[in-house]
């Protein structure tokens, strides 16, 4: 019995480490939500209600959005991105987030309805199921906050063009090179004073950080990070590198050299940069300064 349930854990953790992503958060995240709503709710099955749903334990399980019946696959149509709002509340804002969603969007050719929001126009439903947590897409009933699960929500059900990388071990040496570079990114930008030795030591930190994703691209048959075909890890990099070239031009007098220091990032981010998915989706360096200088105050 013992070797039986050891088995049976096995197998079970097997289950969940090769399960998408998206699917463990809709698994897990609403247990968080009952957790925490200070309610006192019964886990088990609930008893028949009409479809509109107004017990606590309805509100949570569908989170705030309308039931209807479909199909289990999800289909095109009927795509909302909320996102942060740029700087006149109503344009799309510089968040690289976002940015990644909309790019894995565009190169799967959907549809989508854009909804930059602030703090006080976001939909009350958003704000008290998921935390008010952005980029969000809904679709249809649906709905997933977290632009990694996003991406792979979109990417399970809408396959092609494919953007999972070639392979494992292309995935996994893209991922080594590039895991950290936005937080370097984000450090140094966000420093203040300007050209002091703290300011250096970021800098140093930033590129070691870019040395590592250059000699990673000196090994790579192709111009993009796993090859010769755009995947998700680079709709995800795309704009982190977009904020970083940015933010050096906007407070930091350009003082690392990209092409000059690192040639291979620079033609890099040439190849991502002219994909149409980026030139579709990109917005002014302005929001983009906009948005790292509300940071350095």
């Known amino acids: 019995n013992k070797e039986r349930q050891s088995n049976n854990v096995q197998a079970l953790c097997n289950t969940v480490e090769i399960m998408p992503r998206f699917i463990l958060w809709k698994i897990i995240y609403p247990v968080v939500v009952l957790a925490t709503a200070g309610r006192s709710l019964t886990l088990s099955l609930p008893k028949p209600q009409p479809r509109t749903m107004t017990t606590a334990l309805g509100m949570v399980q569908n989170r705030g959005l309308e039931t209807r019946r479909e199909g289990a696959t999800p289909t095109e149509g009927g795509m909302t991105l909320y996102l942060k709002a740029g700087p006149d509340g109503t344009s799309v804002g510089d968040c690289p987030f976002a940015h ?6 565009e190169e799967k050719g959907l549809e989508y309805e854009l909804r930059p ?15 008010g947590k952005m980029p969000a897409l809904r679709h249809r009933k649906e709905c997933y906050v977290e632009s990694d699960v996003i991406a792979e929500y979109v990417d399970f059900f809408f396959r092609d063009p494919p953007l999972k990388p070639q ?36 800098k140093a930190d930033l590129e070691s950080g870019l040395a590592k994703l250059e000699n990673h691209l000196t090994t790579v048959d192709g111009p993009f990070l796993t090859g010769s075909s755009m995947c998700k890890l680079d709709c995800s990099l795309a704009p982190k590198l977009y904020h970083m070239q940015t933010g050096l031009e906007a407070f930091k007098n350009s003082a690392i050299n990209t092409p000059e220091q690192f040639p291979k990032v ?24 906009w948005g790292w200088g509300n940071a350095r105050s």
């Open 117 to 131: 929001s602030t703090s006080e126009t976001k939909p009350s439903w958003l704000v008290d199921f998921y935390e």
């Open 100 to 105: 990644f969603v909309r790019m894995v969007l």
């Open 167 to 202: 392979s494992k071990e292309a995935a996994s040496s893209a991922e080594e090179a590039t895991d950290g570079l936005f937080p370097l990114i984000a450090k140094y930008l966000k420093n203040t004073p300007d050209g002091e030795a703290v300011d250096l030591e970021k």
């Open 266 to 289: 620079a033609a890099y981010m040439d190849s991502v940069f002219a994909r149409d998915s980026f030139k579709r989706t990109v917005y002014p360096k302005e929001a983009v300064a």
